[in-house]
């Protein structure tokens, strides 16, 4: 860590006379020889400084590399590749080689105010001392020595592209800097070509090995991340222990506590104990769990799916089976993988009632600390915050942007926790929510999951796509789609009789055409239902439409993405509340509920969508099974209703196809059959899997090609796309935070903007145009030295049914939905 990055300029002058007159008196603590086959005596002046404090107090560079050491090889071994551990050691070593050079010590010291960037020096002094290929050999360094180049160049920065790199230690500086900071480091020198002798062949092939385990394609991408993810973390703990001691202290207790996973299983199971065993149902669901457990004892590592009927305990019974699992192969943690923060708040609150808050780390943008006193509030954010650096818990629940752009990003803070992901056991809940234009790099990441970080994967999804199918064709101008290298087996396989009693809707799958006005009467006939639409703009119309038709506000609950998250939150809590208690209730909302919000309504009506939203939407009917006939699931469209999105589109056109060669529209189930046909249909009208290109960035045909492009890849991968603007809207708690910040009795610090992000709204830009007409929207300057500034919308702007309102009030003109 930079001297700056810790303290003010400053407060180093203070102490500059105190350091320079103990420097060679200053006790240090004991420095352990790292085995490279180091000479006893270190390989360099115990003088280098790498650290100081503000209290004058110094840790040689000796020391550093001791600590990373020592956790880059503990986080290779928990990663279940012991034969890393030399070159994890060596990576140490020459991580802040670079700091030997005189100018370095000057800045530290607080001689000079010139930076003296070390990384890069220390990167080109590695791949010198690595030997190179023979000239006209197909890659230019060793695998050992490019890796080093990446990882040692970008432990700042981030990692770069390969053309960066390159051009960063062909500098003229790089060079100087380097040639200066070999002078102090003739022992380290020896040691390494000494390590080159007794690791070198060895390591190589290793990596060879493992870098092609996927027939045809090397996955270097992916050992360079880990590498560079071991090497991150490793730096970030050591100089925080010496740097801040309370925080080091904060973190082992937070991390200290941690009951095994053996207890963990135990909990689940004395939970699981209190539920009823009478009736079909849970005759069934007893069943499945039994198969779970099961399975999870005994199977091997791969890609496992399962798929249970709406009812047949899901969350549970994939819990058990993780838990299973990674005892079975010694994992360091159970991570859930969840496309809605909605979900999460549900799965993650399940998961604390059962193992205990400690142990459940809960991952996304919209945590919420809210509930307990200001000092607890405190307390739990801090905890969150650190284990959230590096994922250092049992369970992880977090989101799908969180999991795989932190996998896709060349930057440090993310690359931080991807060594906690390999040895683990990840469940992907919904997966048919994976975005298409992304699919491909997504599914070669899961291939990398598997063969490089050794990961037990689970697919959990009521209408599963046939990932491991290959869905090529002649007629399609690109074929990009990247087929699983491995079967997707099931856990649980598809049992007719054990099925059957979950059998508690009937879908009508051919479409019955409404205006607006119609569907809302329809509706209006029911005491409770759920209608769900495509868009922000028809369900905020049909909402107004019930209300015309004479229904009560409180009884018409609407959800949409013109609500902020917290909004959402509360509403959903609101219609299980009013559920539990029979109150008639009648939801609109978009898409947003189908994927894990456990609601129960005894009608469901679905616009016209694919049939994974169909069947998902259907997962919200009757789901109890507590109605004395069958739910009914209605599917229609919308004569005057909005124009869909090209997704939809697609997914719309490939179930009519399924309709016009099955004839049996009204059926009590969606076979898999059926589902898997769907999906061949669909996945034929996607033009790209990979949009973006960034196989071209990550992943190359060449086996001996080792140039990356990380930064490329990392920006490109964006799950959810940048297609408007956020605002920020005074919604309960929100509206508070914002005023805060507009009269500046409050600072827009880490804390307060993770907590502004449950109060904001993204619009598209015809939206934001409409709302800046309507003069809704202002600006509060956050950061008066910047000029930094937020978006906010007026309160008139923000109505408690439908969240970002369609009138001014003031204006009296029509905006959107």
Known sequence: MERSGWTPVFSWRKFISFALSNILQCKRSAYSVISLNLNPTGSMPNSIIAHTREDGSIQSLPEHIEGVAQHCTQFLEQAGLPELAPLGRLLAQLHDAGKAQPAFQRYILGKSDQKAPHSAAGALLATKLLPSHPKGYPLKRTRIAQLLAYAISGHHRGLYDYGGLETKLDDIKTKDR?????????????????????????????????????????????LIRLL????????????????????????????????????????????????STEGAINEARRAFLNRCREHGRTCPKGYYSLFLPTGGGKTLSSMAWALETALKHGAQRIIYVIPYTSIITQTAGIFREIFGEEHVLEHHSDISFSGGEASQEAERYERTRLLAENWDAPIIVTTNVQFFESLFSHKVSRNRKVHSIANSVVVFDEVQMFPTEFLSPMLRLLDDLKHIYGTQLLFCSATLPPFDKDHSSPFKRVNDYHQLSDAIQPIV??????????????????????????LAQALGQHASALCIVNSRRDASQLYRALLETGKEAQDVIHLSRNMCSAHLKERITEIRQRLKEDTP???????????????????????????????????????????????????????????????????????????????????PSIPLELIEAYYDRYYASISSFDEQNIKEDLYSEESEDWEFDFEKASEKFK????????????????????????????????????????????????????????????????????????????????DKAVGVCTTNPLLDEPLFG
């Open 585 to 667: 209730t009648i939801v609109i909302s978009t898409q947003l509920i189908e994927a894990g919000v456990d609601i129960d309504l005894p009608i469901v009506y679905r616009a016209k969508s694919g049939l994974d939203s169909i069947v998902q939407a259907g997962g919200r009917c009757n789901r109890e099974g507590k109605c004395p006939v069958p739910g009914e699931v209605h599917v229609f469209s919308l004569s005057d209703g909005g124009k869909v999105i090209e997704a939809i589109a697609k997914g719309q056109h490939a179930t009519r196809f399924l309709l016009d060669n099955h004839k049996e529209h009204t059926r």
């Open 178 to 222: 380097c040639k200066k900071a070999e002078g102090d480091l003739s022992e380290l020198m020896s040691e390494v070509q000494n390590w080159v002798k007794e690791h070198g062949a060895r390591t190589e092939a290793y990596l060879r090995k493992l870098a092609s385990r996927v027939e045809e394609e090397e996955q270097a991408q992916a």
């Open 228 to 275: 560079f993810s071991c090497l991150v973390d490793a730096d970030f703990l050591d100089t925080e222990a010496f740097m801040d001691k309370e925080r080091k202290e904060c973190r082992h207790e937070a991390t200290s506590g941690y009951a095994s996973l053996e207890v963990l299983r135990d909990r689940l199971t004395k939970h699981m104990e209190g539920f």
């Open 719 to 798: 799950l959810i796309e940048d297609v408007g603007c956020e605002l920020f809207v005074p919604y309960g708690r929100g509206e508070e935070l914002l005023e805060g910040l507009q009269k500046q009795t409050l600072y827009l610090n880490h804390r307060t903007m993770r907590e502004l992000q449950q109060y904001h709204v993204s619009v598209y830009n015809e939206e934001y145009e409409k709302l800046t007409g309507a003069r809704l929207l202002s600006k509060i300057i956050v950061d008066r030295e910047t000029g930094k500034s937020i978006l906010v919308l007026e309160p008139q702007g923000y």
């Open 493 to 518: 396989p598809e049992d007719p009789e054990l099925f059957k009693v979950f059998d508690r809707v009937i879908y009508h799958l051919e479409e019955k055409t409404y205006a607006t006005e119609e």
